[in-house]
Each structure stands twice: as C-alpha cells, then as structure tokens.
C-alpha cells in the first residue's frame, strides 16, 4: 500500500457521449474517501476533455462540464481515467489524442479504462501484450480488432502492470474500490462501499454476470425450461441421464445438444451453476460448509471446495471471510 503523503491526481477523461454511469460511479467512489481521509491523503479529482468548448453531454443527455482541453493539462497525474460510452468510436480515431494518451499513460502511475473505454486504450497501444477485459458484449469485437491484446472477457476488472481495465456498468465502481483499497487499504474501501450500499466489494476475477443469466442465451425451449428444473433442483441427481430423460432425449443426442447449444458440457455446466449457488450462501448466509455443501448437490465440503477453487480460485472460506455481507 502506497503511503505518500502528496494527494493523488486522479484525471478523468471526458467526451461526447460519455456514459454517465461510470463517470459517476468513479467520483462517488474517490470523493466519497475525501470525506473519510485527512485532507494530506485525499484525492484530487480533475476532468479533461477531448473538446475545447467547455462542456459535453452524455450518451443519455446529462451534461459535464468538461474541464480543460486534454492539450493543455500539466503536471504529474496519478491515475489517469477513461471512462466508456458511445462517444469512444469517435475519440479511437484522433491521433493527437491517442498521442496524447500514450504519453500520459508512460507518466502516469496508473492508467485505466471502464466499460469500452478500453478499446481507446487499445488504439493507444497501451493495451499490447496485456491481459484485459470489457463489456462482455465487446469482448470478441476487441479481440479481433486488436489481437496484440489478451482479451479476457469474464473478470469484472483486470489489472496487468500499472494498466487497469474493467468490464461494463456498475463495474466503475468495483475498479475505483479497488483502485481506493491499493492506496488505503481494505477497511476504507469498505467503508465506502457501504457508504454507497454497494452490496459487496467485488474482486476482479468474478464473472460479469451469473452463469444462469448468461446462458439463458439459448432459443432451445426444452433446454431453458431444463435449465430452470436444474436450478430449482440442484441438490438432486443432476446427472447425463437424469438429464436427458428429462428432456426426452437420449444420452448421446443430450449431450451433443446441450454442448452444441450451450458451449458446454452438462458435467461443467451444472458444477458452474452449483459454485454459483455456493457463493450466494456464503454471501448471504451462516450455514456451515456441510450444510451448503448438501444444499447446493456436492457430496462433500471437500468435493464442493476442490470444484470451488477450480471455478474461482480461492476457497470457499477465503471467498466468505472476504465478501460476506456485513448485515448478516
């Protein structure tokens, strides 16, 4: 954890059709910790703009004001900001900003993009030979227009080097805690995060959005109203035949349908949606490991923490000492 005493800069950019979500999410998140922080600590939040008249307005209407032009800032900045939106096809496209963001980024202690930000980054050639991640909607998108970059299209946020990228939303916020709790450590990155109710301090390797959600993609009608069976059901025998004499097929159709419509086999699909269920209850709940380990279809606490660290990385107990949620 740094311990400077100078204020970090924090400089965000702004743009025409800026998402004014994430903007919002990054300065509640570093003003927030100006309220808690003793003044030598705090923030120093500035904007610039990629255009000269003062002001933008954003994708959905609000306006900013805008701050200097990007040309004219001096001086050192900590961690510079590039939030998504709309608006980024159009800045990809200017050399002297991307110029301009090169240069920055090699002064900067930390640069970072939300949302497709990122792609920004990536025109930039910041983004080379990193690993990253996006909207998970653009994910593929940034990997074929930038094959240099090691597009990862699950985490929330991802940090490589001193380069920071983050996924769509809300997930502003979760980068800003995160950026909040390697200068000032856990306890007021917490403290914000309830000061914004905000659920849970995410970490950066947890998926975008839930394995049910996700694949709830499939036009297959027999399969949606199994996959439903299936999380209703997920302390029951959820095996290859069970399965399929569910959904009037045979074993062998079963399998290559499901893995056709689905990217996965039945065997992966249902350990993902079982760790999924998993992480709820430790979230939420102070049932004992046996207890969740039953609940949830594993034969054991044992089997269920070996599947549990192979989906997520960490142990069930690590997972619930971190992100617990503090009302329980």
Known sequence: MNTASSNRRVVILMYPCVRELGVAGIVDVFSSANEMLPEERRY???YVSTEKEPGVDGMYGQSFRGGLHYS?????????IVPGGSGIVRESAKPPLLKWLKKQAGGSRRVSSA???????AEAGLLNGRRATTHWAYAKQLATEFPEVK???DPIWVKDGNVYTSAGGTSAIDLSLALLEEDHGRKIALEVARMLVVFLCRPGNQAQFSVSLQDQTTENRPLRDLQIWMLDNLGHDLSVPVLAARAAMSERNFQRVFTREMGKSPAHYVEEIRVE???RKLERSTQGMGEIATACGFNSADVMARSFMRQLKTTPAEYRARFRSSGI
Not at 72 to 80: E, M, P, Q, R, S
Not at 115 to 121: K, V, Y
């Open 151 to 153: 597009v990862e299209p």
């Open 44 to 46: 120093q939040i500035e």
């Open 72 to 80: 004219a800032l001096k001086g050192k900045v900590d961690t510079l």
């Open 277 to 279: 269920a998993v992480r």
């Open 115 to 121: 949302c497709i930000g990122a792609f920004l980054l």
